[in-house]
C-alpha cells in the first residue's frame, strides 16, 4: 500500500465520477486506533452520475436476490420436498426454461362415467404429477390431431423435468385411430384404463345423456323423456346391443385393439367401483404403477357423509368434485339390471381373459 500519487489523478483526461485515495495515516488525524496505516475517501465528483449508479446497483443486486430466491424454490422443487407446483414468480417463466410443457407420459384413456375425472383429480394430489385442463381430444378428434405434436405439447401444463404430466380424455377408449396414434407419439407412454361394472356404468351414462339434453333444449324437458328400460330393450323384450351406453360398457370390443398396440404391462385397469369405495388403495397402486413415490394417503380423504362419497384434501384446501358427477341415478327396474348383468356376463369374461384380472363384477 502507498501513499496516493497525485500523478494518477492528474494524469486522467476526463474526471472519474469516483475518486479512491489513498492517503497516509498521517494525513487524517482524526482517526484514531486504526493498525492500517491507510484509508480510504470516497469522492463524488457528480452527484446525478452517482445516483444513477446507485439505482443500477441496487437493481443488479435485487435481481441477484431474486435470482437466489427464485433458484432455492426451483432446487425444492426439483428434489420434491415442498411445493412441488411451478413457483409463479417474476421472471421465472424466463430463468427457468426447465419448467415447460411437455407431452404427457401418461393418459387416462376412458371409461367415459367410469370416474376418470375423480381419477384425475385424485391423481392430481401426488406432488410429481401435473394435469391437462379439461379434455384435449387430441388423439380422437381429426382436427385436433392435424395440429400437430407441437399444439398438443401446448395444451399441456407447464411441468418440471421429472414431474409426470396426465391427460384424460375418456373418448380415447372408444376410437379406433387412437391407439396407433399414441403409440405413434411415444411408444412407452404410460395407458390408465378406470372401468366400473357395465351395468352401473351404462344407466350413469344414460343419465348424463339425459341431462345434457335437458340442458341442450330446456324447452323441451317437459316432453317425456325414454326410460332407461325403454331404450336399453326393445318392445319384444330383447336387448337393444346397438344402444350406446349398452354398447360402450362391452369393453372387450374396444380393449382388443388396445393390446395390439400396446403390451399389457403398460396399461393399467383401475377398478372405479372400488375408487369410490377405498380410493387410497387405488391411488397406491397407480403411484406403484407409475413409478412415483408413495405419497397420497388416507389423510387425502374424509368421507362426507351428505353426498355419501370421499371428498378430497391436499395441504391448502378441501374439495368435493363437481355436484353433477355424483348425479343421482334414476331408479331401473331390478329385473332389467339383473337381465342385463346376465348379458354382460359372458362379455366380462371375455374382458378378463384379455386383461388377465378378473373384476369380480356380479353376474345377475
Ligand atoms: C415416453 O413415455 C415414458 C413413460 O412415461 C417416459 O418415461 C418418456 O420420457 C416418454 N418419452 C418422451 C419422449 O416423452
Ligand atoms: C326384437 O325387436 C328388434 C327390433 O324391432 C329386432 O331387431 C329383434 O330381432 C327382435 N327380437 C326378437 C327375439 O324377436
Ligand atoms: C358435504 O357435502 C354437502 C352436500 O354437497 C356440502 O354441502 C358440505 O359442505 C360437504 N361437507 C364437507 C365437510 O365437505
Ligand atoms: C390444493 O388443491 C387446490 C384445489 O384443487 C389447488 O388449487 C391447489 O393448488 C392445491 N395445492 C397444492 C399444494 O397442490
Same mark, same amino acid.
Given at each position: ?16 465520477? $469516483? ?9 487524517? =488525524? ?27 446497483? +441496487? ?18 422443487? *426439483? ?120 351395468? !352401473? ?26 326410460? $332407461?328400460?325403454?331404450?336399453? +330393450? ?24 388396445? +393390446?395390439?398396440? $400396446? ?34 394417503? !388416507? ?6 357423509? !351428505? ?16 355436484? !353433477? ?8 327396474? *331390478? ?6 348383468? =346376465? ?22
Amino acid at each position: 500500500m502507498s501513499p496516493a500519487k497525485p500523478e494518477t489523478r492528474k494524469g486522467c483526461v476526463r474526471a472519474p465520477h $469516483f475518486d479512491i485515495l489513498w492517503l497516509p495515516r498521517a494525513a487524517i =488525524k482524526s482517526v484514531e486506533g486504526d493498525p492500517s496505516d491507510c484509508v480510504v475517501v470516497v469522492g463524488v465528483s457528480r452527484p446525478k452520475m452517482a445516483l444513477t449508479v446507485l439505482t443500477i446497483m +441496487l437493481l443488479s443486486l435485487f435481481l441477484t436476490f431474486h435470482l437466489i430466491y427464485d433458484s432455492a424454490l426451483y432446487s425444492l422443487h *426439483a428434489k420434491n420436498v415442498e411445493h412441488p407446483r411451478p413457483p409463479i414468480l417474476l421472471l421465472s417463466r424466463r430463468l427457468y426454461p426447465s419448467a415447460a410443457s411437455r407431452l404427457p407420459q401418461a393418459i387416462i384413456m376412458g371409461v367415459r362415467k367410469c370416474g376418470t375425472r375423480a381419477l384425475l383429480e385424485m391423481l392430481y394430489l401426488h406432488p410429481m404429477i401435473q394435469k391437462a385442463a379439461g379434455e384435449v381430444h387430441f388423439f380422437d378428434r381429426d382436427d385436433n390431431y392435424y395440429k400437430g405434436l407441437e399444439w398438443y405439447r401446448m395444451q399441456m401444463p407447464r411441468s418440471y423435468p421429472g414431474q409426470i404430466t396426465i391427460e384424460k380424455s375418456p373418448s380415447y377408449f372408444v376410437t379406433p385411430e387412437v391407439p396407433e396414434r399414441i403409440r405413434a407419439m411415444n411408444a412407452s407412454v404410460k395407458l390408465l384404463l378406470i372401468v366400473r361394472e357395465p351395468v !352401473t356404468r351404462a344407466i350413469s351414462d344414460y343419465t348424463q345423456l339425459r341431462a345434457n339434453a335437458a340442458t341442450a333444449s330446456p324447452s323441451m324437458s317437459t316432453s317425456p323423456t325414454k326410460s $332407461f328400460e325403454q331404450l336399453a +330393450l326393445f318392445s319384444n323384450g330383447s336387448i337393444n346391443e346397438a344402444y350406446r351406453p349398452l354398447a360402450i360398457s362391452l369393453y372387450h370390443n374396444y380393449m382388443h385393439r388396445w +393390446l395390439e398396440v $400396446f403390451p399389457r404391462e403398460q396399461i393399467l385397469i383401475v377398478n372405479g367401483d372400488l375408487l369410490i369405495e377405498d380410493p387410497v388403495s387405488q391411488l397406491q397402486k397407480i403411484e406403484r404403477f407409475l413409478g412415483l413415490e408413495p405419497r397420497i394417503s !388416507t389423510e387425502n380423504f374424509y368421507f362426507n357423509e !351428505t353426498k355419501g362419497f370421499y371428498c378430497l384434501r391436499n395441504e391448502t384446501s378441501d374439495r368435493c368434485l363437481r355436484e !353433477t358427477k355424483g348425479r343421482k341415478h334414476p331408479r331401473v327396474d *331390478a329385473l332389467v339390471v339383473s337381465r342385463l348383468r =346376465k348379458y354382460y356376463g359372458e362379455h366380462n369374461q371375455r374382458f378378463y381373459e384379455l386383461v388377465g384380472e378378473d373384476l369380480g363384477w356380479p353376474e345377475e
